[in-house]
């Protein structure tokens, strides 16, 4: 089998696949070409089957065919973040071995000095789809014998930073990401006639493979969109059926005054995920639409877990049901017994959907997963007595802002690392249009250090600014309790308002 002849078998020739943004219509046959020509293109430059190719560029078209022809070429996808600064791209190329790198030209030269130890070849495609990648492809035939791939074999890495600093590089294989696929299409109802507002990034799980891996298995069409812009993505729903978003999405959708139920009449489904979506912005949005959106829950390892239902009640606060592949329990974090139900623990899961393991991680892997298979989430939930799952918290120390994670810690070692600093908590405090918005507690020991204005500057080419604080505190010490641990949870509530309040 191979992940792009699964999910290309629905789509019929002729069948509009992709509309782009200046409104060019590309059917299904010319997604075939299309892929075939970079798939060509990554043999010539001596991409094997098994290799990875790291891409960081801006999200076009072609991005989406190179994802497509890497998978049909046998070889594994490492989308990474466009955000990502040089400093952080070392780590990813050093850690996963790329034998090439995809980046904007306008990056080349720095890829190019970082990848020069490790032998791999760096090629360029630009947020139009040109670049010397799109242009190798150009001059390449228009058909490829897909590479023949066990089910287990790695289509993509995904990483996702660690609680403990290095990120890990989840690996997915070809079952992994056409069974889930295969479920979503069955219980979101997607067929041939469906019209899907691609307006997310197409380096995560969300934009790359439930948003597209749906709409090429059920054979239905995308209007693909470069990013999200709330009035953009308002004028295009009467020419769609489905959207699938970060609840930053809905939050500015509602913002709009012209959202209203006549704007959605033609709309079957509105999807949420990759953020808690406030039980708040559920409500109003059923209010102003008439419609109600339908949460579900994921993650990188695992791509989705549970949804709530297209037909019942889609229950504003809960993610819904498990899949019905996917095991799911809550457990005692510490112990990993068992709990019931409505008790809080921490959730797992088993099914087909599992990731395969972090990249080169073997401990890691194995202190995820407990002995009888089920992957530790780190989210912390209950399931209700009508089987709705709700997710209460996190075990891990994470943040997320817009749908992005960003882990303190990390942020936190960027800043103890300045001058005059004695420690910082970095914490996510409620926001708005963010959902969470990144925070910085600096502690100084009362001595004046740098202002905000510096410590946000001095982070500026050390981490994707989507990590960078909003805001930046300063306290004398840091409150700690009486086993020494900064008190995360005080803090959050002493600033509660700092987002909200005025
Ligand atoms: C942009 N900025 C952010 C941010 N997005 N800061 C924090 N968090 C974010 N998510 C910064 C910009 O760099 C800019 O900084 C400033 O905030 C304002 O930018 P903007 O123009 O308002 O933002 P915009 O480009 O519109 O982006 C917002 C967004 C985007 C919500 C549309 O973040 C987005 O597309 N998020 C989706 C993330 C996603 O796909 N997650 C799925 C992960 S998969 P400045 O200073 O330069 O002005 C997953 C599994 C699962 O989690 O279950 O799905
Ligand atoms: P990522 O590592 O980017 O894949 O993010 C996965 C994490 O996003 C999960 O472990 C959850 O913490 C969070 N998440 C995804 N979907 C939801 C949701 N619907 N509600 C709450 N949290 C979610």
Redesign the pocket.
Known sequence: MNLFDTLTAAGAPAAPFLERPDGAVDSYADLQAHTARFAHALCALGVQPGDRVAVQVEKSPENLYLYLATVRAGAVFLPLNT?YTLNELAYFIGDAGPALVVCDPGAEAGVSELVEALGARVVTLDASGKGSLADLAAAQPATFPTVARAPGDLAAICYTSGTTGRSKGAMLTHANLASNAATLVDLWRFTVRDVLIH???IY????LF?ATNITLMAGASMIFRP???AADVLSLLPRASALM??P??YT?LLAQPDLTREAVVGMRLFIS???PLLAETHLDWSARTGTAILE?????ETG?NTSNPYDGDRVAGTVGFPLPDVALRIADPETGAPLAPSEIGVIEVKGPNVFAGYWKMPDKTAAEFRPDGFFITGDLGKIDDRGYVHIVGRGKDLI???????YPKEVEEEIDALPGVVESAVIGLPHP??GE??TAVVATGGKPVMDEAAVIAALKDRLA????P?RVLFVDDLPRNAMGKVQKALLRQQHAGLYTDG
């Open positions: 955000a307006a997310l990034p995560h799980v969300h934009g439930v990013r999200f812009d978003g970060v930053t999405f500015r995920g990759s953020a579900r829950y994921g993650m990188t989705m997320i802002a817009g749908g992005f994670n960003v249009d963010l918005g990144v600014r989507f990590k960078q909003k």
